[in-house]
């Protein structure tokens, strides 16, 4: 029975049914659209709007619905139109008139776009253990390698020496940053409650949308109602900020398929997380980590999706609006998954230490201490810089190292060289100098690593 009889003197086509219906994925709001509702009928209760006896039996109704939903009881109609439509229906064949009195000074508008805030809410509290999961995995590993040499890269060319851990901490503070993006979209989103919006110009009831707005876990009501009943930005705040989350998952996953190469050979995948090959009986291959770098794609596609729905919608609700959930649901969802499968893959690689600190010992890494160490004696950096490159030079020519050049060679390119110079660009001391603030001094990413769990523990 659709909601719109008596304008009507037909039933809607069947196959256009199923095109405008939205419960195969509403449906998944059920628990926040009765909540919702509950918040609604109690209000209605308070205000006098509906008597004590109705709202008594309302109550206990939506109650008995999503008990019955929970324990299986009671199965989501998928015939149904939507969500609200069906919770609704149900309400009226358990409980009669009183049920059709739930919907007075509502409209499924401003109800919906209270179920939409509600269900990313409870998507967020989901979201948010698992980056804090894969942080303090992270903060584990970083102390762990905290003296462990590699190479740090720019324009994926050597570049200077670093330790593993430190590498580590950087996505750290990616993965911290988008907790509290979620958060900051989390506090807005939660600021002001749409409902009471009703179809979009609010309702001549003595409604308290105070109380509606508090009950239900808002700072208050918003302040208008088309925006209230039109706003979807914070879906789009949403998917823009899992769309981050994405774009570092992706970059940490490129970097561990590269470590797994044999160029590399940095870090080896656990069997239970890697794949084999049909034909190749040697191959052992990081689907996973290849598989969270393809799915970012999907999570950019579903932040796309939502701003171009938006983009032309004249105020208030429009229908395209419907196509909210499926995208959203899309991108929290292909995150949560790949952080199901990323973290305990992250946990459980084997970090090659032998090969960071082989790949460190070649590529000149530490061309940059050696000019710091002229510096040191009195030469302004340029010059140092320049004195440097001719070594560098040199040392490619003769097919030696930093390290194995003699001095004289040294001297002969600049005398303010001596014996020291061989202890200024060991790659230890190059990484345990670089002490400051953010730098990958290994007392450094041990002290930032207990910070930061220290801090997931408040
Ligand atoms: N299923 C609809 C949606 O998700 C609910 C709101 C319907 N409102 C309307 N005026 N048709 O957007």
Redesign the pocket.
Known sequence: MKLWTGRFSKEIDKKTNDFNS?IPF?SRMYKEDITGSMAHATMLGATGINSKEDTDKILNGLQGILDDIESGKLTIDPEAE?I?TFVEGELTSRIGDAGKRLHTSRS??DQ?ALDDRLVIKTECDKLIPKLEELITILCKMAKEYSHAIMPGYTHLQRAQPIVFGHHLMAYVEMFLRDISRLNDAKARMMSQCPLGSGALAGTTYPIDRNMTAKALGFDGPCMNSLDGVSDRDFFIEFASALSLISVHLSRFAEEIIMWCSWEFKFVELDDAFSTGSSIMPQKKNPDIAELVRGKSGRVFGDLTTLLTMMKGLPLA?D?D??ED?EAIFDAFDTVNMCLTAFNPMVETMTVKTENMRHAAASGFINATDCADYLVGKGLPFRDAYKCTGELVALCIKEGLTLETLPLEKYQAVCDLFDDGVYEAINLERCVSQRTCIGAPAPENVEKRADEVLGMLKK
């Open positions: 939205s509403d939507d609200h499924r508008n919906v609700y229908k609006m419907q959930k």
